[in-house]
């Protein structure tokens, strides 16, 4: 008989319009649920792990389909919310973003001074910050640094900008969400 165990089982992955599929995980849901539940006027939810954990065991036991669309996802939370009683946190419910991102390769083309550079990028970590699940990704770093230097090569001058905008951004996002899990810089 097949080990049908939470590792051996693959959620399946979420479409989102305009969005590449993301594979759903159990912090995800947990922070969508939390929060549908700060919205409804419950700060502290305890309950959140329990649903989402309900419902990832039907997602990997009993749907069938290796894709889900992120409206059918955001149903089946819906109507388990209702079903165990939490009405107000149904109406609240959306799939928060799975993993917001920043090129910040990019946006250095973008706005190439760093006084620039540096009011896009807090207005773009604000953005994103205020409406992630719980990862924000930031790509380019490297080229980023790069550009606004003008360096064809890395240089001193090079990790000194790039040891700067690390700690911005980690300092942004700190401030504006402390609750956030992850944030990558590359």
Not at 88 to 101: M, V
Request: with cysteine.
């Amino acid at each position: 008989m097949p080990d049908n165990s939470p590792s051996d089982t693959p959620l399946p992955l979420v479409s989102i319009p305009g969005a590449s599929p993301t594979r759903l995980n159990e912090s995800w849901l947990i922070i969508s649920l939390e929060k549908a539940a700060t919205r409804a006027g419950h700060q502290q939810w305890p309950l959140a792990p329990d649903v989402a954990q309900a419902v990832l065991h039907y997602l990997r036991h009993d749907f069938a389909r290796s894709q889900i669309e992120r409206d059918t996802l955001e149903l089946i939370l819906r109507r388990s919310l209702e079903g165990i009683g939490c009405p107000a946190i149904a109406r609240h419910f959306e799939l928060a973003t799975s993993s917001p991102s920043i090129n910040l390769a990019a946006l250095a083309r973008e706005a190439p001074l760093e006084i620039l550079f540096y009011h896009r990028l807090a207005a773009l970590v604000d953005e994103k910050v205020s409406t992630l699940a719980s990862v924000l990704r930031l790509e380019g770093l490297r080229s980023c640094v790069l550009s606004l230097t003008g360096s064809a090569s890395w240089r001193t001058s090079c990790q000194k900008l790039n040891d700067e905008i690390v700690h911005f951004i980690r300092a942004r996002a700190q401030t504006l969400s402390p609750s956030l899990l992850e944030l990558t810089i590359w």
